[in-house]
């Protein structure tokens, strides 16, 4: 009689169990919207195969002055210098006058740099003039957003 009380009570007890650890998961039943159906509010990528093949060779040739633009805009604050890698940069926007014989392009790239573990500062904006004569030239650095809090 002992034993199939004992039975009974691991039962019951492992049944308890299971709910309790199932309960937290349960809140999403229901839901209309997967994760995954949820907009990315960056385009941040490292499959390069997604991308236009013209976005490839923009990031692929700016990556340097991203990078030391990065560099300076942190080292100028006092902040720990951050790494920006190819697959946290997105090209975000490419201007010119139209109306130029020989216009100046300006090159907007959006990126997440990070420092440590892939730990990200925030998303960052860099604009760059292209001229004609290929001078690279860095227009504004700024913030986009902070790092979420953890």
């Not at 290929?134 to 700024?142: C, K, N, P, S």
Request: net charge negative; proline share 6%; charged share 15%.
């Amino acid at each position: 009689m002992n034993q199939i009380l004992h039975i009974k009570l691991r039962t019951v007890l492992g049944i308890a169990c299971l709910v309790i650890c199932l309960l937290p998961s349960t809140g999403n039943i229901g839901k209309s919207v997967a994760a995954q159906d949820r907009p990315i509010a960056y385009p941040f990528t490292s499959d390069w195969n997604s991308l236009p093949l013209s976005d490839v060779a923009l990031i692929n040739s700016y990556l340097t002055h991203i990078q030391d633009a990065c560099r300076a805009y942190y080292a100028e604050r006092d902040e720990e210098i951050p790494t920006v890698s190819w697959y946290y940069v997105s090209l975000k926007e490419l201007k010119a006058a139209t109306q130029s014989t020989n216009p100046t392009v300006h090159i907007t790239f959006t990126f997440m740099p990070y420092v440590g573990a892939h730990n990200p500062v925030g998303v960052d904006e860099a604009t760059f003039a292209a001229s004609y004569t290929g001078q690279i030239t860095l227009v504004e650095y700024r913030r986009a957003e902070d790092a979420a809090a953890p």
